[in-house]
């Protein structure tokens, strides 16, 4: 019987495409994975991945073993999160994903009312963008900013995060629009809708500076270096900022909590999720109001 372990790394080269992504996915590094899949391939005898100099290709058996190894780290995940749903109550660990936004600046501010309430629960928060899967373990509960579409999930809509420009105070064009020049996001964001509203605000003036995060628009915008599309409970009490007006539309985003729906009446796992629905709900800049 070949490693189940070497499964798991063949299954992430092949979701990656390559060595390095894979490595990125699983946190190790290139060499522990080009290990790993060469060890599978000599315990099966098989060759499933040819490796190419940017990318891996998967052979016919490889495209084979994968469909059959996906099958089997779900059984393995519903095994799992059977028996975390079976657990004693407010006991274990569970893992929650949600925007770099909402944890730096919200979320970590109530993990101590957390703790206190729930003793037994050990909660591990990261911040993240991209869309992780509920149905592999790479969490137990999400926060999004976009609706989960992963179909064993389920959602819940908590709140609504609005969003302003905002200018440093001392920033030499505060009142004067025609000068303004703006902090946008980068390349990676073309058609993400924070960056298409800013874009649409701005038209056809300059981007003084490109920057990934947000936390980055705010300190960028603190200094001066421009307008910036933020957060209005991120940006509208610091001292720094002045929020300007503008002429457009408004704009928000959803905030949606999703669980895997084998997960949902665990009761570490609903300890979560009811404090995040009360934590929300008690900030009235999230408030729903559309």
């Known amino acids: 019987m070949f490693d189940w372990e070497n499964i798991r790394y063949f299954l992430a080269v092949a979701r990656t495409g390559t060595l390095s992504g894979a490595a ?81 600046n919200f979320l970590v501010k109530h993990l101590t009312v957390f703790r206190h309430a729930n003793p037994g629960v050990q909660l591990s928060v990261s911040g993240e963008t991209r869309q992780v899967s509920l149905s592999r373990r790479e969490a137990d509960v999400v926060l999004r900013l976009t609706r989960p579409e992963e179909p064993t999930s389920v959602v819940r809509k908590l709140g609504r995060v609005t969003f302003g420009l905002y200018a440093s105070k001392d920033y030499p064009h505060l009142h004067d629009p025609s000068a303004w020049e703006f902090i946008a996001y980068d390349a990676g964001f073309v058609g993400v809708s924070q960056q298409k509203w800013l874009m649409n605000i701005a038209g056809k003036r300059p981007i003084a500076c490109e920057i990934s995060d947000i936390n980055g628009h705010l300190v960028a915008a603190r200094a001066g270096a421009g307008v910036a599309g933020l957060p209005d409970f991120l940006a509208d009490t610091d001292a720094k900022l002045q929020r300007v007006p503008y002429d457009g539309e408004a704009f928000s985003r959803d905030i949606w909590m999703a669980v895997h729906e084998d997960l949902r009446r665990s009761p570490q796992i609903r300890a979560v999720m009811d404090f995040l629905l009360k934590v929300v709900a008690e900030n009235p800049v999230f408030a729903d109001n559309g």
Do not use: N, W
């Open 24 to 104: 990125r996915s699983l946190k190790v590094d290139h060499a522990t994975v080009s290990r790993r899949l060469s060890a599978l391939e000599g315990e099966i005898k098989t060759r499933l991945i040819e490796r190419q100099p940017k990318a891996c290709k998967l052979t016919p058996i490889g495209q084979r073993v994968l469909e059959l190894a996906q099958e089997m780290e779900e059984g393995a995940y519903a095994i799992e999160r059977f028996l975390d749903a079976s657990r004693s109550p407010l006991s274990g660990k569970v893992t929650l994903s949600a925007p770099p936004m909402l944890v730096a």
